[in-house]
């Protein structure tokens, strides 16, 4: 088998460590398992063996790959090592550790050899500084389970040889996964974009709006991820989560956009860290998560007519959807005494746009529509703190007349998916403008290494860049917060309809 990098070391015998040796092996590369214990390189060489095994079993490999790839790996010693044209660390995360490895390898490996690094937020160039070949030193940051997870990051630091990062895209390829390129920054892209799921999650739950297992339902449900936020961060764990929160805000000098939480910093002190310890945003008993039914929708008696404010997003698919359940519609300029009265804003919550129309704020109710009601398993109503029981009783019956899941949030600036969505937007198309990657190696990182539904600025596409704008424009506006300040290339190509995947020209 012809490969970029004939032989590699890896160094690290981890979970990491061990899975990128398990690729290289099957690329067809020579591979030298290093680790400063040599009983954890001999017990991941025997777990390597029986993976493989387990494989055939399977029918994924054939027995003669599998004992050629079994052949192909050897436990060594870093003196072992001047062969190597390839040597991938993955050892702990810090800087002067791994300095002090690359500084060793550079008197034993040959000076044409690459050194990369599996660093998921540590700066390549800081990593190269005190080399004598820094050229030679790329970033190279695979995800666990690596055999799993098909995206590398690719980080030419200040003085990478550009040459490199091809080969080593090249070599990605070869293993069956898929590159790409980033630039050193803070974060590279997949930690980077992560912050606007999370973090605005963390925002929206400290404001009072919903608690944590309502936010995870009106993300899976509404925009379709596979996890919420508070499942993702209970699984990631919080001492894993809250110190990249706090890297990456504090490596940009304060973002507000990256600002974390106070309430992951508490439950990291307190250890409750997710399902690592039995107790996260949620209580796990074997292993499952303890989640409360969600309420019944409320048995109404007498319905009362629905007016529909003039400023509503969607307001024609709104009716639509008010005449398929069955409501009594008021078309009059404005509301009668007794009319239920629904507000569909973007960005605003419900007080401002009662008060701004000039709405009794008792019986004003207002319901997401960024995304369209078809595409989505749930709707979700807010109210505002003068709304009525019975009004706000009458609103989440009626919208769950055709058994489509409802939940009803507290008021706030903008509801939870659009807060997100708009947030995740932003943060992507900022990235597009520092040129911390391609938008298309950002839509490719993203799905495959968070995995959303879609990228993000197919997201944003998808439920429209002057949306997304308007969303934003309005969350500022009510925060006064410069952490929704929209990013000068979406704001670009929303004000002239330019596709958020098109490059400029």
Not at 233 to 248: A, F, K, Q, R, Y
């Amino acid at each position: 088998m012809n490969v970029t990098f004939p032989t590699i070391a890896v160094i690290g015998a981890g979970a990491m460590g061990r899975g990128i040796a398990q690729i290289a092996a099957q690329a067809g590369s020579r591979v030298h398992l290093v680790d400063n214990n040599p009983d954890a390189s001999a017990q991941a060489r025997a777990a390597l063996a029986d993976q493989w095994d387990k494989l055939v079993a399977k029918g994924k490999l054939e027995a003669a790959q599998a004992q050629a790839c079994k052949e192909r790996l050897q436990v060594s010693a870093l003196s072992e090592l001047a062969d190597c044209d390839l040597v991938i660390e993955a050892i702990v995360e810090r800087l002067d550790i791994k300095r002090a490895l690359f500084a060793q390898l550079e008197d034993i490996v040959a000076p044409t050899a690459v050194l990369a690094s599996n660093t998921s937020s540590l700066s390549i160039t800081a990593l190269a500084a005190d080399l004598k070949r820094p050229q030679q030193l790329v970033g190279l940051h695979f995800f666990n389970p690596v055999p799993l997870m098909k995206v590398v990051e690719v980080i030419g630091g200040l003085k990478t040889a550009p040459a490199i990062t091809q080969d080593l895209s090249a070599y990605v390829r070869e293993m069956g996964h898929t590159p790409v390129q980033a630039a050193d920054t803070p974060g590279f892209i997949v930690n980077h974009l992560g912050r606007g799921y999370n973090t605005e999650a963390l925002r929206i739950v400290s404001e009072g709006v919903a608690d944590f297992s309502t936010i995870d339902r009106i993300l899976r449900d509404q925009v379709g991820f596979r996890l919420g936020p508070f499942e993702l961060m209970d699984l990631t764990g919080l001492d894993v989560s809250h110190p990249v929160m706090e890297s990456i805000y504090n490596q940009y000098y304060q973002e507000p956009r990256y600002r974390p939480s106070a309430i992951t910093a508490q439950r990291l002190a307190g250890r409750v860290l997710g399902r690592k310890t039995g107790e996260g945003f949620y209580k796990y008993s074997d292993g499952k998560a303890e989640i409360a039914p969600e309420p019944a929708a409320p048995v109404v008696d007498e319905m009362p007519p629905v007016w529909v404010s003039t400023r509503a997003a969607r307001r024609s698919e709104l009716y639509q959807l008010l005449k398929d359940l069955g409501a009594k519609i008021e078309t009059g300029q404005s509301p009668s005494a007794q009319a239920l009265t629904l507000v569909a804003p973007l960005g605003f919550d419900v007080t401002t746009v009662a008060v701004v129309e000039r709405l009794d704020p008792a019986r004003t109710v207002g319901i997401d529509l960024l995304i369209e009601d078809a595409a989505t398993r749930r709707r979700v109503l807010a109210t505002n703190p003068a709304t009525r029981p019975d009004m706000r009783a009458a609103a989440h019956a009626l919208f769950a007349r055709d058994g489509k899941a409802v939940s009803v949030i507290r008021d706030s600036g903008g509801f939870v998916s659009q807060r997100v969505v708009a947030s995740i937007v932003n943060i992507a198309s900022d990235m597009c403008q520092q040129g911390v990657c391609s938008p298309a190696d950002l839509e490719t990182a993203v799905t495959l290494g968070l995995g959303y539904p879609m990228g993000p600025l197919a997201m944003g596409n998808r439920w429209g860049p002057t949306n997304v704008l308007e969303v934003l424009f309005n969350m500022q506006t009510v925060y006064g917060d410069p952490r929704y300040r929209p990013s000068p290339w979406l704001r670009r190509r929303g004000a002239i309809g330019l596709s958020l995947l098109q490059q400029e020209s």
